[in-house]
């Protein structure tokens, strides 16, 4: 399987993550919702359920985004860490403009209008 055909998602911490992110991405992209916390059994299973797919960690530039990144670096290491701008601080708040940005210097297909 290439990187072309693999399967992508995206994982962010809440439900207004999501909903920014669908409305940007213009490719099937699956985005996962940690709701801020994840526990070691879940992050277990969803390292079982991602194994072999191309996975985006994206959260937000604070306190408990930095705790789900870490943690996400120390389970599953071969992830991609994509980052806001510190000034922006939420993902849900962040400008459409620039989270197609940070999305598309990750080679995912993006709205254009965003741009």
Do not use: W
């Not at 992508?8 to 985005?31: A, F, M």
């Amino acid at each position: 399987m290439s990187l072309n055909e693999m399967e992508r998602v995206i994982i962010v911490e809440g439900k207004s993550d999501k909903k920014k992110i669908e409305t940007i991405v213009n490719e099937p992209v699956e985005i996962i919702c940690t709701n801020g916390t994840i526990s070691i059994s879940m992050l277990d299973e969803m390292i079982e359920r991602l194994y072999n797919k191309e996975v985006f960690i994206l959260a937000d530039s604070d306190a408990a985004g930095e705790k789900l990144r870490k943690q996400f670096r120390k389970e599953f290491p071969e992830a991609e860490h994509l980052y806001i701008d510190k000034m922006y601080r939420e993902v849900a708040t962040a400008p459409e403009q620039h989270i197609a940005t940070v999305l598309l210097s990750a080679n995912i297909d993006v709205n254009a209008k965003y741009l």
